[in-house]
Nanobody
Framework: QVQVAESGGGLVQPGGSLRLSCAAS????????MGWYRQAPGKQRELVAS?????????NYADSVKGRFTIARDNAKNTVYLQMNSLRPEDTAVYYC??????????WGQGTQVTVSS
């Protein structure tokens, strides 16, 4: 079993910044992938960014956030961070953390609201 907990959402003005944190606990596979997804009202959940927990540290970003968002990890804490800069109103959504634990399953956090509005 894996537990996932997000934090760091809130209200920010356009052009502002927020940092989201995702802490995972339990049996984390060494080659697991942790990622952030988001879901806006009336839209499908979409991948924002992901990072491998292996030595490769490979990352993947949605085109809409490249150059503005950065995903980073602290393996010692099984924690992943999403630094979001130059936020836009279209970034407003509920952000979910996911742990893709390979054959051991996929786990989701409860979500954290990010609202970008003046």
């Amino acid at each position: 079993q894996v537990q996932v907990a997000e934090s760091g959402g809130g209200l920010v003005q356009p052009g502002g910044s927020l940092r989201l944190s995702c802490a995972a606990s339990g049996s984390i596979f060494v080659f697991a992938v942790m990622g952030w997804y988001r879901q806006a009202p009336g839209k499908q959940r979409e991948l924002v960014a992901s990072i491998q927990l292996s030595l490769s540290r490979n990352t993947n970003y949605a085109d809409s956030v490249k150059g503005r968002f950065t995903i980073a990890r602290d393996n010692a804490k099984n924690t992943v961070y999403l630094q979001m800069n130059s936020l836009r109103p279209e970034d407003t959504a509920v952000y979910y953390c996911n742990v893709d634990n390979g054959r051991l399953g996929s786990y989701w956090g409860q979500g954290t609201q990010v609202t970008v509005s003046s």
